[in-house]
């Protein structure tokens, strides 16, 4: 058997490579390995989680941002981002459209946005699981204190989402302002994990300068802090920002990544991201079908959905919206898949 096969094999039976063996993974790869590697994926995914995929409602709470995150549309920098903020009223009354619609978790994502410090965030979540005891409420708001992480937690989020970007330090410094350290980021992450939030990392793939010796850190660091939810998409450039006319990743490259990461921890909570849609109409289905179990449509109120960009035609309407449920149940099950209403926790035994 050749090497490629045979470096599968191992990653299958023993969810872990050397970072020299995930280097060759991705280097050599090609289509007979992406399909033996799909193949495994899903069949350890439909151990785990069966043929159901998870569904979350994304809500994009603000825009503005004091970080200049040099690949990011919503960066500080960026003078032609049209800024918005939802108030707590507005914020309720997605999620209570959201529970109608059959969603059971919400996700609260922004920029890092000062105005939403710890009592206001605590008195929104608080009051979201007041309305909804029976949803999981999921934050995504970049880099705060452990202090702050632990009000959070205390005020009832379950969850939070914070990509690490890229597990090589002198990567994330060319993607970073000098200001942003990487050291604080891990940090961030494993405190975490420390108060009890089922907690996402991840990372773009294709970004600026990224190298296949990059991606490997990325996979050895995602095997060793075993996430329980990893969020990666192709970075996609942003006409307003330095990185404009850089290239973008790849759909192959990702769904290859989400095969290989579902094998090297199992039960992790792995989206089909709204990036890998936006670059490519049947991304969402590719990456169910390379091992993903989770779909995160859009639940921002409509005015403010255009504004939320991240990147150059991200997608936010059509089969993106929580609106339009059904439809995406519908191209769901056409893959073989079904959309299931509950809170889609990690599984742990
Ligand atoms: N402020 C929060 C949320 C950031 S937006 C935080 O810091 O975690 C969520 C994710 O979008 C980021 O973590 C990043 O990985 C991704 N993203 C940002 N710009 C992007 C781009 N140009 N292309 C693809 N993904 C991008």
Request: proline residues 3%; glycine residues 8%; hydrophobic residues 30%.
């Amino acid at each position: 058997m050749n090497k490629l096969l045979s470096l599968i094999e191992k990653l299958e039976k023993e969810k872990s490579l050397s970072f020299e063996e995930y280097q060759f993974l991705i280097e050599n790869r090609n289509e007979e390995a992406a399909e033996i590697l799909r193949k495994k994926a899903v069949k350890i995914r439909k151990e785990i989680y069966g043929n159901t995929v998870f569904i979350r409602g994304l809500i994009e709470i603000s825009n503005f941002c004091k970080n200049d995150c040099l690949y990011c549309g919503i960066r500080r920098s960026n003078k032609k981002c049209d800024r918005y903020r939802l108030s707590k009223e507005e914020i309720l009354e997605c999620c209570a459209e959201g529970y109608e619609l059959g969603f059971r978790t919400f996700v609260l994502q922004g920029g890092e946005d000062s105005y939403f410090n710890d009592d206001i965030l605590c008195d929104i979540v608080a009051e979201i699981k007041k309305n909804h005891p029976d949803c999981a409420v999921t934050l995504s708001l970049g880099e705060r204190s452990e202090e702050s992480y632990k009000k959070l937690r205390l005020a009832g989020a379950d969850r939070y989402l914070l990509r690490h970007e890229t597990a090589d330090e002198n990567h994330y410094t060319k993607l970073h302002p000098k200001e942003m350290r990487f050291e604080n980021r891990m940090n961030c992450l494993k405190n975490l994990r420390k108060l009890g939030f089922q907690t996402g990392c991840g990372f773009m793939v294709g970004s600026p300068f990224q190298t296949t010796e990059m991606l490997a850190k990325d996979l050895k660091f995602i095997e060793e802090f075993k996430p329980d939810m990893c969020g990666i998409g192709p970075f996609v450039p942003h006409s307003e920002t330095p990185f404009a006319n850089e290239k973008g990743g790849s759909a192959e490259l990702t769904c290859y990544l989400l095969s290989v990461i579902r094998l090297i921890h199992p039960p992790v909570l792995l989206p089909a991201t709204t990036a890998l849609g936006t670059i490519d109409g049947n991304g969402r289905e590719k990456g169910i079908l390379s091992g993903a179990n989770v779909v995160m449509p859009n639940l921002s109120p409509s005015s403010v959905r255009k504004k939320y960009e991240l990147y150059n035609n991200k997608l936010s309407d059509g089969d993106e919206s929580a609106q339009s449920k059904e439809n995406l149940s519908k191209r769901i099950k056409k893959i073989g898949y079904e959309i299931v209403t509950g809170r889609g926790d990690v599984y742990n035994g």
